[in-house]
């Protein structure tokens, strides 16, 4: 007899972690992993595997679950995925393997984001499984940027055999992981752990390295690196171009979430970074950045924190469990509304002007095109504003590297299947080469691009 | 956690002025490449934020690179207080930013405001060296806060130094003498103006007048400090532009102060509270 329903994952009631940093699902008990796992039909075909970027076994590791093998069925897991217990909690599963799941043709599908979360936190009580790291080859990869793009393909070529040193520009590791996301949705100690794992692997990172200022790719090549992986992500804040948006009260996401995630201004005064949030706060965007926004100054005290988004709800980019949640914390909808100027008052912000949308046809995004109806411009007050509608490339290496392809966006050009960039012996993969994405996207781009750089390192040592 | 740890110690540290210190902090790969024009993102500690501060002068062979720091916050205040030579500093970035632009250009003359004067030295001495005319022009509020006064001249053609109390003998603002020269009609091809803003802005607002092309050095407040958070957005020319990646230096006839200053007091608020929580802690520390 099959159950119908996904085992529900407790988490904590939104009336209380509205006003707290703490993560919100709990996770599964032992119990309560092997429950959901004995939903798993076993099929044949395991279309979920197909649907994972990096191809993790997970009928495998979910039978391990089922029978209580914990410690191999994390092993099995991070044999594909050097971050489990972020992906588990980050991955879009509906749309990836889940969205696939011979079960959810009829029933819900297996909850496998949650399974893979459960034995990536099973093994942070237990003992660490550190992967197998294969006998030294002699050759040495820079990766530039310790995001999830750039720690992934760390990862696997580590485990092949080779000396990576991973260069980061911030003060920290982890990328999007740790300045991006929230505490309540990936708390930083996961993250930290994730890293030591591959610190344990004998990956180098060295954190406060500006490449493009301290030293070029070029350079890094001529200084003994037989290959380079770019994976610097998509870190420039895009603005809306309309009046008013340097007054104080306006933020980036990117400002905003750094200030509080990787800088702990959460805990201002006790740590030295500030952050502001008033009473009413609008947060324009409808991706998970924009709901880890508008969430994230909720929990700062904003009294009404309001989404403001052009398109309409089906259009909303953001993963379901995330607008979910933002609703179910007291998040507002301002649908198919788009912000035309901020005003401002001594300088800062005190309202904004919006115009109300209609949906027209479909555009290139193969989204209901958003068309302004005239005369519905209204303006609300409010006391900070957050522009969270997407990252362009990072400039640094691209405005740095002599003869790197880019595109007109500015992103590096790059061969999705193996990460070549018009540029021997220089890979890149992530945002920086498609744009704003997702985790797994870009770790199944590092991933792919160490299996390259593999074979281009063996391929130069004939 | 989370990768290696730089180890950014202090090789010597001295005092320039009241609140105002000179660190020369190991750093060598920034040593290494830094030009003038470029700055640091540093931090003291784990719980510290990410302070930016202009390059004042690098030393290849020792790894050495020389910041001033004015204490006028909690952070810059804990620096003066509690870190010596010989001990360690947590994080050092850099460089970041564009390097100045120096070239041949004839007769320049660079100001310098309070602090301003650090960041502006460098780019005396390498104008110098690239063989213009360098009149420099160097001010504080009162004497004591004046520094660098002999690494200046050692760099100009000719030095005017001022006070806004006269406590040095020569009483008046940098855009006094600046008028005075410009007004003389010597034929000066650009001007370097840095310092607090509004001494950048009446700076701007006199070489406008003669049409000299003007360069500021823009302080805004940032995080990263390499295009990320969008903070230190300036508005030049009507373009927003990124102090830390497109500038720090920008034309300052089209700079809008206005907004700068807005913006660079946004957390004054926060900033107060920090120091007066601070201070009270150090009391407290002190009585124990």
């Not at chain 1, 679950?65 to 980050?90: M, S």
């Not at chain 1, 595109?407 to 744009?435: C, H, L, M, W, Y």
């Not at chain 2, 030049?236 to 532009?241: D, E, I, L, R, S």
Request: hydrophobic share 40%; charged share 25%; aromatic share 6%.
């Amino acid at each position: 007899m099959i159950v119908e329903k996904q085992t529900p994952m407790r988490e904590q009631a939104p009336d209380v972690r509205g006003r707290n940093f703490d993560e919100v699902p709990f996770g599964y008990s032992e119990d309560e992993a092997v429950f959901e796992a004995e939903r798993c039909l076993q099929c044949k075909a395991a279309p979920c595997v197909g649907g994972c970027p990096v191809g993790i076994d997970i009928p495998g590791f979910i039978e391990d679950v089922k029978h209580r093998r914990f410690a191999e069925a994390i092993a099995r897991i991070k044999r594909d995925n050097a971050l489990p217990a972020v992906c588990g909690r980050v991955c879009p599963q509906e749309n990836q393997c889940q969205g696939v799941c011979a079960l959810g043709v009829r029933f819900e599908p297996v909850a496998i984001g949650r399974l893979e979360r459960f034995c990536a936190d099973w093994e942070a009580e237990h003992e660490p499984c550190c992967p197998d790291v294969g006998p030294d080859t002699g050759k040495r990869v820079a990766v530039i940027g310790a995001g999830p793009a750039g720690l992934t393909a760390a990862g696997e070529l580590r485990k092949l055999g080779h000396a990576v040193t991973v260069f980061e520009l911030l003060h920290e590791a982890g990328g999007v992981l740790m300045y991006g996301i929230p505490e309540f949705r990936l708390p930083k100690a996961i993250v930290r752990r994730e890293i030591d794992t591959l610190c344990r692997m004998g990956v180098v990172i060295e954190v406060n390295k500006v490449v493009g200022r301290v030293c070029t790719v070029d350079e890094l090549l001529a200084s003994g690196y037989d290959a380079v992986f770019i994976g610097t992500g998509a870190g420039l804040p895009r603005f809306l171009g309309i009046p008013g948006e340097n007054l104080n009260g306006v933020y980036s996401a990117n400002e905003f979430l750094t200030r509080t995630n990787l800088m702990s201004a959460y805990r201002f005064p006790e740590y030295d970074t500030p952050i502001k949030v008033g009473k009413r706060v609008v947060t324009v965007g409808g991706g998970n950045v924009a709901m880890d926004s508008s969430r994230t100054a909720l929990r700062l005290g904003a009294k009404e924190s309001i989404i403001v988004y052009r398109r309409g709800e089906e259009e909303i980019p953001a993963r379901a469990e995330e607008v979910h949640h933002a609703r179910e914390e007291g998040i507002q909808f301002r649908l198919l509304t788009d912000p035309i100027e901020f005003i401002g008052e001594d300088g800062r912000l005190r309202a904004v002007r919006c115009l109300r949308m209609d949906l027209g046809a479909p555009d290139e995004s193969g989204r209901r095109r958003p068309v302004p109806i005239e005369g519905s411009e209204f303006e609300f007050e409010i006391d900070n504003a957050i522009i969270a509608i997407g990252n362009g490339p990072h400039p640094l290496i691209p405005q740095t590297t002599k003869d790197l392809d880019l595109n007109r966006r500015g992103n590096i050009v790059a061969d999705p299947e193996t990460g070549q960039t018009s540029k021997a012996g220089v890979f890149a993969g992530g945002d920086i080469v498609t744009g704003a994405a997702t985790v797994i996207e870009a770790m199944g781009a590092g991933k792919r691009a160490a299996a390259a750089i593999d074979a281009f390192l063996k391929g130069s040592a004939r | 956690m989370g990768g290696v740890e730089g180890v950014y110690k202090i090789l010597k540290k001295r005092t320039l002025g009241p609140e105002i210190r000179e660190y020369v902090v190991e750093a060598p790969d920034v040593a290494r490449v830094a030009k003038a024009g470029q700055f640091i993102v540093l931090r003291l500690h784990e719980r510290g934020e990410r302070i930016p501060l202009t390059i004042v002068e690098c030393d290849p062979q020792s790894g050495g690179v020389t910041l001033v720091v004015q204490e006028v916050g909690k952070s810059t205040r804990e620096m003066g207080d509690r870190f010596h030579e010989g001990d360690t500093i947590l994080d050092l970035a850099g460089p970041l930013g564009e390097p100045s632009e120096i070239e041949s250009y004839g007769t320049v003359v660079c100001v310098g405001g309070g602090l301003g004067i650090a960041p502006l030295y460098p780019i005396a001495r390498d104008l110098k060296r690239a063989g213009n005319t360098v009149i420099g022009i160097i001010g504080a509020r009162s004497e004591e806060l004046l520094f660098y006064e002999d690494r200046m001249s050692a760099v100009c053609d000719e030095l005017r130094v001022m006070t806004d109390d006269g406590s040095n003998g020569n009483k008046g603002f940098v855009s006094d003498p600046l008028r005075e020269i410009l007004a003389s009609g010597r034929e000066v091809e650009r001007v370097w103006a840095i310092g607090p803003a509004i001494m950048m802005k009446v700076c701007s607002e006199v070489t406008r007048e003669f049409g000299v092309p003007t360069i500021v050095s823009l302080n805004s407040v940032m995080i990263d400090g390499t295009g990320m958070c969008g903070g230190c957005r300036v508005n030049v020319g009507g373009v927003a532009k990124f102090a830390c990646v497109d500038g720090p230096e920008f034309d300052g006839h089209r700079v809008d102060f206005d907004l700068l200053m807005l913006r660079q007091g946004y957390y004054a608020e926060e900033e107060a509270c920090a120091l007066e929580r601070y201070v009270k802690g150090s009391a407290e520390g002190a009585a124990t």
